[in-house]
């Protein structure tokens, strides 16, 4: 039997890879034209200027708070001035096409009024059920919602022996007997996102660690039933729809079959050096944050500048992937000022040079030492981050033969010379657009 149910789950796995290779693509069309998303991290944790969950995990001196101090905060949770339209005109001023949301981080806080529980935002002061008005405030922008889910859970006790501290087995007691209650109840709150909440773009798990003790075969199958068009990242022990690197932007371009996920850069020699054919590409996005934690922390004044996230944006489009860059609201609902700031500078780049990034993939030319490239249908766009004295700009091995060249900085014509693999532009002397200037380069 166990031979027989072996072959059985192997069957349905190749079943369930050939069924999803043709559609994979349409799918993940307007996740791939998207490029630039909006991450959500915020629970009663909000309250103590501490990060999501680990401060009860990692105790130390960085976030000084006790699990039972952890555990009242939700007691005074009370975030009257949230505004889930306002917050999603923020995401489109700021060019973002999609967002993510918390719906429960590793604490087992549920930011959605979930039936299974009590420890939920619906049972603090507030009462109202905050993923229920953001999905009707995306609905209403028409702006694609995606829910994260954490499949670690400090809070039930099947997932671990909650009598312990979290900090000896938040990694999950997988052996227990009560594992697969908790499974159930991993099943049951799926079923509510994507039942009440929809329709959900994305489910952006969290496994952490040994991932494949979530069973993700179930919950993949699950989601693919009751939601074909709903996107599932790679953290649930499946490679799934796309690849999660975390803090950074991978060396190289990704392709299939190698791993990117987590905060560990992978190494350089890992992935291929060049660019690879379209069908080798692997989708990616990578989340980062603003400051240096995920939630709001009064505390946390390290705020990378706006020409930083720029050049970021434009790194991570120039190797085909998305950013889904993080803000953590205060505990009233609002966003602090040096996130709103930073955002409005992204989104008033992105109104005059957004089509070198929307819908774009990985440019062709990419060991640039003074920019990076991106590419859509015949153009080339090339994002000069260090503007040359005089404004000459030479690319020694551009195969490709060049028809005309523009600046996206008020659309103007600039002249090139091309003399075999070797492609000169005269630009303007002073840089055109300050964080990153782009170049329109047309083909034949």
């Not at 339209?85 to 949301?101: E, H, I, T």
């Not at 991932?211 to 699950?222: A, H, N, S």
């Not at 999660?244 to 932007?249: K, L």
């Not at 709103?340 to 993939?361: M, P, Q």
Request: glycine residues 8%.
């Amino acid at each position: 039997m166990r031979h027989r149910s072996l072959l059985l789950a192997l069957g349905a796995t190749l079943c369930f890879r050939l069924a999803c290779t043709a559609a994979d693509q349409d799918r993940l069309a307007w996740f791939r034209e998207a490029k630039f998303g909006m991450f959500i991290h915020w629970g009663p944790y909000s309250l103590a200027s501490v990060e999501a969950s680990w401060p009860i995990m990692r105790p130390s001196a960085r976030f000084p708070i006790s699990e039972s101090e952890y555990r009242l905060l939700p007691s005074r949770f009370n975030p009257v001035r949230f505004d889930a339209d306002a917050l999603v005109r923020l995401a489109k001023a700021a060019g973002q096409r999609y967002m993510v949301f918390t719906s429960k981080h590793h604490d087992g806080f549920c930011m959605f009024d979930s039936a299974f529980t009590d420890y939920k935002i619906t049972s603090t002061p507030y009462k109202k059920d905050i993923a229920a008005q953001l999905a009707e405030a995306c609905r209403r922008a028409n702006i694609p919602l995606g829910f994260y889910y954490s499949p670690p859970d400090m809070h039930h006790p099947g997932y671990r022996d909650t009598r312990k501290p979290a900090s000896e087995n938040w990694e999950g007691e997988p052996t227990r007997p009560e594992w697969p209650l908790y499974l159930d109840y991993m099943e049951l709150q799926v079923r509510e996102l994507l039942g009440r909440y929809g329709p959900v773009a994305i489910l952006w798990f969290d496994g952490l660690s040994h991932q494949e003790k979530y069973d993700g075969y179930r919950f993949l199958k699950l989601i693919h039933e009751m939601s074909p068009a709903t996107l599932v990242n790679n953290r649930i022990g499946l490679e799934a729809d796309y690849e999660t690197p975390e803090q950074f932007v991978p060396a190289r371009i990704p392709v299939q079959g190698v791993r990117i996920s987590g905060t560990e850069p992978v190494a350089r020699e890992a992935l291929p050096a060049g660019v690879p054919r379209p069908e080798e590409f692997r989708p990616w996005e990578t989340c980062m944050t603003i400051n240096g934690t995920w939630a709001y922390n009064q505390n946390d004044r390290n705020f990378k500048s706006a020409a930083t996230l720029i050049r970021t944006l434009v790194e991570v489009a120039s190797k085909g992937g998305n950013l889904l860059l993080n803000v953590g609201p205060r505990p009233d609902g609002n966003i602090q000022p040096e996130f709103e700031e930073r955002l409005l500078a992204i989104g008033k780049w992105l109104r005059v040079n957004g089509e070198s990034i929307y819908g774009s993939t990985y440019g062709p030319w990419q060991a640039l030492p003074f920019g990076r490239t991106t590419a859509k249908g015949k153009t080339i766009y090339l994002h000069v981050f260090d503007w040359p004295a005089g404004g000459k700009l030479e690319i020694p091995a551009a195969r490709e033969r060049v028809r005309a060249v523009r600046l996206l900085a008020g659309a103007q014509p600039l002249p090139f010379r091309q003399h075999g693999d070797e492609l000169a532009i005269d630009g303007p002397a002073a840089a055109p657009d300050a964080p990153v200037s782009v170049i329109a380069i047309e083909t034949r």
